[in-house]
């Protein structure tokens, strides 16, 4: 059975510019989450997406947004990026939030901000 | 607001060893789930234990086994017999049952095992 995957591994951006990244879950999973996880900042939920409607999210501006797609698949947009968005960020899935399933993750896309 | 707390940055063993990693966590609820995940270079986040706050017994999973201490809110993971592959970030993390799904994470504890 394939694991969560994410698309890019890498990405390179400037300050400003907009950074979109992709998540697809584990088959049967329907929420999938968002996690930063910066140098001295440790892992930060971002956002929660189940079902295609957005559940929760964590503190963070809201150019960082996102969607979650009729097959489940997930973008997280970050706009006006800023030197500090620079960071892994981790995708991961569960069965539906009704059953508090165990959430598991993808490799990360890490997010250099120049 | 839930917090989860590990006080050792850092820990290094020799292989074959036993090791346990602290975890102590601060929350109002009487119900939620406990995990640990590892982290090894690689990056990618495995799963490792996962704990229920309404279960007495503690987990296990092959060498891995928990001691989970709900009235003092302490959550160690001990490693039997470890092995090189163990050398990994390890992030414990809490979870309510109610309301928001996500996990609220340590700040890693960061494990060598040495040959």
């Known amino acids: 059975e394939a694991g969560v995957t994410q698309s890019p591994t890498h990405l390179i951006k400037t300050r400003g510019q907009q950074a979109t990244l992709r998540c697809s879950p584990i088959?049967?999973?329907?929420?999938v989450y968002w996690y930063q996880q910066a140098l001295g900042l440790g892992l930060q939920f971002l956002l929660w997406?189940?079902?295609?409607?957005?559940?929760n999210r964590g503190n963070f501006p809201p150019r960082f947004s996102g969607r979650q797609f009729p097959n489940y698949s997930s973008e997280l947009n970050v706009n006006a990026l800023e030197l500090e968005d620079s960071a892994l960020y981790l995708c991961?899935?569960?069965?539906?939030?009704?059953?508090?399933?165990?959430?598991?993750f993808g490799p990360g896309t890490r997010l250099l901000v120049l | 607001a839930q917090t989860v707390t590990q006080s050792q940055p850092e820990m290094s063993v020799q292989e074959a060893e036993t090791v346990t990693l602290s975890c102590t966590y601060d929350t109002s609820e009487n119900n939620y789930y406990l995990f640990w995940y590892k982290q090894p270079p690689s990056r990618q986040m495995i799963l490792v234990i996962r704990?229920?706050?309404?279960?007495?017994q503690n987990a296990t999973e092959n060498r891995f086994s928990v001691n989970f201490q709900k009235a003092a809110k302490s959550f160690s993971l001990k490693i039997s017999d470890s092995q090189l592959g163990d050398t990994a970030m390890y992030f414990c993390?809490?979870?309510?049952?109610?309301?928001?799904?996500?996990?609220?994470f340590g700040q890693g504890t960061r494990l060598t095992i040495n040959p």
């Open positions: 997406y189940d079902e295609g409607e957005e559940r």
């Open positions: 704990q229920e706050a309404y279960k007495q």
């Open positions: 993390a809490f979870m309510k049952i109610q309301g928001a799904q996500k996990l609220v």
């Open positions: 991961a899935s569960s069965f539906s939030h009704a059953k508090q399933e165990t959430q598991y």
């Open positions: 088959s049967g999973h329907t929420s």
